[in-house]
């Protein structure tokens, strides 16, 4: 692979360039075009780790966003410094460049994820798996496995080339690659592999062929392609900020002490950084010293992925290497953030709060699910739109812009359920499904 391609900043669904405006690169409008747009802004009133917390400092997917892509700026802006030393940046293309579209990509990495986090997965997954065999005739093999295994990395990808305002968010060819964490179909091997993880659909999987084509990114085994190299990077910044946000949420949620959490991080920090702390020169108060030490361990975080990318910089310019660069780093990086992702699935992901309002989750995703369901099958069924019961108009009203049209086939109205629940916030799916059972709530 080499950058001159990899950075393309043509757009998919508008190639021609029209040069930079207001002192934008193209890279940088796709900042600004996840920051003004619907879906990205949904992203506030949906569940990171807490579902509906009650403390307004816990974060949310839009905070998490938001920092992941300070991150993973940060992360794009010393690999593009680096490149540039080296003389590998095509002339038109600065070191911020680099920034501008890992932060981009961070910005989006969580665009298709449904309410209520991993639970709204897990409730669209199994809703599509309970059904009958004869729920799915006239489905391909394709379709039922992309619709079983609901997926939000894909999900994030058909959201961003062709479901907002037609054609997608359009963002850069080099920012949609690098957005791409897992190229393959549900149905490649890779995607059993990586425990069913995969980040294009059977529909959208030729654009994101030519994208990976045109930017010379080589497909490893048959429809499975090799990352796009500032990929690795996303994935490191989503990384690092799990290891910590999850951590510093189970203090404030006060399912940790603040001194397990300080545990954690003072193993993440070099032994410069770690006697600096424990000789107290760090500010007054638990709360000062944990945001001290929260800024130290992401600051050594991104230094040390840094390093590991070009460690590994051959191997990944040729689409070989394997793994993620936290993976690949020396055993503190590794066991830091290990035993950091462990206290949070022993002690938080298992409280009894977060599992109780989840239950609750699951039972309103279904019952959204169930309802699109039986209006999509009258439209099929339906002659014309003027046949359609009273109710199942209002369903497909509601649906808005996801609203299947007279016409589509039966796999294309599944689709457009799924584009319509998973857009949804928190909220939104807990008071509609209240309203589908006949149980208005005010407000």
Not at 96 to 101: F, K, T
Not at 222 to 227: K, L
Not at 306 to 317: E, G, M, N, S, V
Not at 333 to 350: H, M, P, S, T, V
Request: proline fraction near 4%; hydrophobic fraction near 40%.
């Amino acid at each position: 692979m080499d950058w001159q391609r990899l950075l393309d900043d043509s757009r998919p669904a508008k190639p021609e360039r029209v040069g930079a405006r207001l002192g934008r690169s193209e890279f940088q409008k796709d900042h600004d075009r996840l920051i003004f747009s619907e879906p990205f802004r949904m992203l506030g009133r949906k569940t990171q780790v807490h579902p509906l917390p009650r403390n307004d400092k816990v974060h949310n997917r839009l905070t998490h966003s938001l920092e992941v892509s300070c991150v993973g700026r940060s992360l794009g802006e010393l690999v593009g410094r680096e490149l540039e030393a080296r003389g590998e940046l095509p002339p038109r293309v600065q070191t911020a460049d680099i920034g501008a579209i890992v932060q981009a990509a961070c910005l989006a990495h969580d665009i298709g994820n449904p309410p209520f986090g991993h639970a709204g997965e897990y409730a669209i997954r199994d809703w599509y798996s309970r059904q009958p065999a004869s729920f799915f005739d006239g489905f391909s093999a394709h379709c039922v496995q992309d619709l079983c295994t609901f997926e939000g990395n894909a999900q994030g990808f058909r959201m961003l080339t062709s479901l907002h305002d037609i054609v997608g968010i359009r963002l850069t060819s080099a920012t949609l690659a690098t957005f791409v964490k897992y190229p393959w179909c549900s149905t490649a091997p890779a995607a059993a592999a990586r425990h069913g993880k995969y980040s294009c659909y059977e529909s959208e999987f030729r654009l994101m062929r030519d994208i990976f084509d045109a930017m010379g990114i080589p497909e490893v085994a048959s429809g499975v392609y090799a990352r796009h190299p500032l990929a690795y990077l996303v994935e490191a910044a989503d990384d690092i900020c799990y290891a910590i946000v999850d951590i510093e949420d189970g203090m404030e949620m006060e399912i940790l002490r603040p001194a397990e959490v300080i545990a954690v991080f003072t193993d993440l920090l070099d032994d410069d950084l770690r006697a600096e702390f424990h000789a107290g020169r760090t500010g007054h108060g638990e709360r000062q010293r944990i945001r001290w030490l929260r800024g130290k361990a992401i600051d050594g975080l991104v230094a040390e992925c840094t390093a590991i990318f070009f460690a590994q910089y051959d191997a990944i310019l040729a689409g070989e290497f394997a793994g993620t660069l936290v993976e690949a780093g020396p055993a503190r990086l590794r066991d830091g953030i290990a035993q950091a992702k462990q206290l949070a699935r022993d002690e938080i992901f298992r409280h009894s709060r977060k599992t109780e309002v989840e239950i609750g989750a699951y039972s309103a995703v279904a019952t959204l699910l169930a309802t699109c369901s039986e209006a999509a099958r009258e439209q099929v069924a339906s002659s014309s739109p003027a046949s359609l019961s009273y109710r199942s108009n209002r369903i497909l009203q509601l649906m808005e812009d996801q609203a299947p049209s007279h016409g589509f086939g039966i796999e294309e109205h599944y689709r457009r359920i799924n584009d319509f629940v998973s857009a949804l916030t928190d909220n939104q799916v807990t008071r509609l499904a209240q309203f589908a059972r006949g149980n208005p709530i005010d407000g």
